[in-house]
T-cell receptor, first 113, second 113 residues
Framework: AQSVTQLGSHVSVSEGALVLLRCNYSSSVPPYLFWYVQYPNQGLQLLLKYTSAATLVKGINGFEAEFKKSETSFHLTKPSAHMSDAAEYFC???????????FGAGTRLAVHP | EAEVAQSPRYKITEKSQAVAFWCDPISGHATLYWYRQILGQGPELLVQFQDESVVDDSQLPKDRFSAERLKGVDSTLKIQPAELGDSAMYLCAILAGDTGELFFGEGSRLTVL
């Protein structure tokens, strides 16, 4: 069965600090992996996706993620946090290509001055 | 113009009442999803449509939930009767086949009293 585990339901960083949000997945077939961001009372917006091409994926708003098959991980990073990055972030797996997404429980990122 | 419009944005109802949500995507997207997002959790798939046909409703509580997409464009999700545990955000999404991205609507937040 496919699943996603996000380590840390809440992460707090200072403005300008490194952001690291962790995601581990389980998939019986080569997965497609995604990171989505959700602002309060809004839908989800795609940050970036991995689809078996380059293992280091760059997304919007300065975020990037690296697919590590040996570690079954797809951690999200941003070198310097901005106040506007405060939101909830969801990692998701789509087993075997573009299809339904299975989401993790989410990580709420807080950015303080 | 938003890819996916949902209504109502907010709904408060008493348990045992019937509720309905509408999803109106920009036409031309064959695959449509309804997800349920309980507060503090990631979205969970309820039903997936391909055109007007249901392709996955394994997680839909069929004793009280129903979904349809009669003309293969807009869709409705109904709950009857509503229960306290149905309080959640209901998200509609369409699959952009060329990029594999899911475009989400802003959701319908249901509160059952």
């Amino acid at each position: 069965a496919q699943s996603v585990t996000q380590l840390g339901s809440h992460v707090s960083v200072s403005e300008g600090a490194l952001v690291l949000l962790r995601c581990n997945y389980s998939s019986s077939v080569p997965p497609y992996l995604f990171w989505y961001v959700q602002y309060p009372n809004q839908g989800l917006q795609l940050l970036l996706k991995y689809t078996s091409a380059a293992t280091l994926v760059k997304g919007i708003n300065g975020f990037e993620a690296e697919f590590k098959k040996s570690e079954t991980s797809f951690h999200l990073t941003k070198p310097s946090a901005h106040m506007s990055d405060a939101a909830e972030y969801f990692c998701a797996v789509s087993p075997g290509g573009y299809n339904k997404l299975i989401f993790g429980a989410g990580t709420r990122l807080a950015v303080h001055p | 113009e938003a890819e996916v419009a949902q209504s109502p944005r907010y709904k408060i109802t008493e348990k045992s009442q019937a509720v309905a949500f509408w999803c109106d995507p920009i036409s031309g997207h064959a695959t449509l999803y309804w997800y349920r997002q309980i507060l503090g959790q990631g979205p969970e798939l309820l039903v997936q449509f391909q055109d007007e046909s249901v392709v996955d409703d394994s997680q839909l509580p069929k004793d009280r939930f129903s979904a349809e997409r009669l003309k293969g464009v807009d869709s409705t999700l109904k709950i009857q009767p509503a229960e306290l545990g149905d309080s959640a955000m209901y998200l509609c999404a369409i699959l952009a086949g060329d990029t594999g991205e899911l475009f989400f609507g802003e959701g319908s937040r249901l509160t059952v009293l």
